[in-house]
């Protein structure tokens, strides 16, 4: 892949997920990055989720691997039309992994080209409640592992930075008391 940097969020918030159409959600170099990307627009926008559960040694993260590019990634994915970043995010988890949660925080989002187009992939922690996995086209195993495995099997260096960044390191978040 290209170069790739992380961008903080913007306007938007977790608690408002369902903005209309125009409403700016992410600045990118600079520039505002609409909420609902329409087909022609020069952006292709993305969602997933750094999911997590408690573990009996601390919390664990899930990764998935991807065959169709032989890496092991958060699950994540284009967004539908009309479909909210956080609405994608939830879908493409559940669909990938067949793990659900609930959202505790916005993390910071990716930027990155691919195909001669900026991709924004918007992140979301998720503490996971349920599910359970059935390999799919898309995703043909996945992997609950401590965060510095995490840190150490995942394929590319904004998820590794990301995984770094993310509270669910801290001694109180994912620990079997909360």
Do not use: Q
Not at 9 to 34: K, N, T
Not at 156 to 168: D, Q
Request: proline share 7%; glycine share 10%; hydrophobic share 35%.
């Amino acid at each position: 892949m290209s170069s790739e940097h992380s961008v903080a969020p913007g306007e938007a918030d977790i608690d408002d997920p369902d903005l209309s159409p125009g409403s700016p959600d992410l600045v990118v170099d600079g520039r505002v990055v609409e909420a609902l990307a329409g087909e022609d627009d020069d952006v292709t926008r993305a969602a997933g989720c750094v999911v997590y559960r408690p573990g009996t040694d601390g919390p664990e993260v899930l990764v998935v691997h991807r065959p169709r590019y032989d890496d092991w990634d958060f699950p994540k994915g284009k967004r539908e039309p009309g479909e909210s970043d956080l609405e994608c995010a939830v879908r493409e988890t559940e669909e990938e992994s067949g793990y659900s949660g609930e959202i505790e925080a916005e993390l910071a989002a990716d930027t990155y080209r691919v195909g001669g187009r900026d991709k924004v992939v918007r992140w979301f922690l998720m503490r996971c409640t349920g599910g359970s996995f059935v390999a799919n086209e898309e995703v043909d195993e996945i992997r609950w592992l401590s965060p510095d495995d995490a840190v150490e099997v995942l394929s590319y260096g904004h998820a590794r930075s990301l995984m770094k960044a993310i509270p669910v390191h801290a001694a109180d978040i994912g620990s079997p008391d909360t």
